[in-house]
């Protein structure tokens, strides 16, 4: 058995093991909204989306 094999069989396993989709991301500032007088959410910048453990 090469390490090769080891390393493909060993990324095999992990990628079993993600069972989860998780998101990361950052969220800018909140903006304040002149015409109704609140303040909304600012712009949201994903910086990962997929799976994980």
Request: proline fraction near 4%; hydrophobic fraction near 40%.
């Amino acid at each position: 058995m090469s390490i090769r094999d080891v390393l493909a069989r060993g990324r095999v396993a992990a990628e079993a093991r993600m069972l989860d989709t998780v998101r990361l991301f950052t969220q800018g500032e909140d903006v304040f909204e002149r015409d109704t007088g609140t303040t909304v959410p600012g712009p949201v910048t994903v910086l990962y989306e997929g799976h994980a453990r």
